[in-house]
């Protein structure tokens, strides 16, 4: 199976639960969390593989105003998925506000067509939290990515600043053809 980025790479077998992930996404989200105030943003999202057993990660994002213009960038992190046995995946990830990241999580496959994933969920917790000197509080995240008819959908909630583990962050992205074309959105 050739990745679905177009860039002819080959997804190795163990790879290929989260091949699904792979390409380019671009999209809209909104945050929130009792210190702060509700924000829209919006994020590109690249999963990538060079042949290996795991994906590269890489996401963006940025502040939008009512207008949907870009204000400023937010944040950015980067990271590995790897597909452990019996669905099992872990995710490391690493952020320039000083924090890195382990997480453990399980993989659920549940729509196949003509032997392509069409429906897929990935539940990841935090097993470790480190942080630098200067960074914020932050202890504790649960992550939920889907595709759902053709897009990807995640949340992320986090426990921070003195406050319990409680939803920060969700969005809705759309793949972004190898062509540069924006899927056409299925609804």
């Known amino acids: 199976m050739l990745a679905p980025d177009g860039s002819g790479v ?25 210190t702060i105030e509700d924000f829209r ?29 870009r204000v ?40 196949l067509e003509n032997a392509v994933i069409t429906g897929a969920r990935a539940e990841l917790r935090t097993d470790v939290v480190t942080r630098s000197p200067s960074a914020k509080d932050y202890s504790q995240g649960h992550r939920l990515y889907g595709l759902v008819e053709g897009r990807l959908l995640w949340t992320f909630d986090m426990a921070a600043v003195g406050e319990s583990l409680v939803n920060h962050l969700a969005a ?12 056409e959105d299925p609804s």
């Open 172 to 183: 809705s992205l759309n793949r972004v053809e190898p062509d540069g074309a924006a899927a």
């Open 72 to 111: 400023r960038p937010l944040a950015t992190e980067a990271g590995f998925w790897r597909p452990r046995p019996d669905n099992e995946i872990e995710l490391v990830l690493a952020h320039p506000t000083g924090y890195a990241e382990q997480w453990h999580g399980s993989l659920e496959v549940t729509a």
């Open 41 to 69: 943003f919006g994020q590109e999202v690249v999963f990538s593989t060079d042949g290996r057993p795991f994906l590269s990660y890489l996401s963006r994002s940025w502040l939008l105003d009512d207008d949907g213009e």
């Open 10 to 34: 080959e997804v190795p077998e163990d790879l290929r639960p989260l091949s699904w992930l792979i390409g380019r996404w671009v999209g809209v989200g909104t945050g929130q969390y009792p």
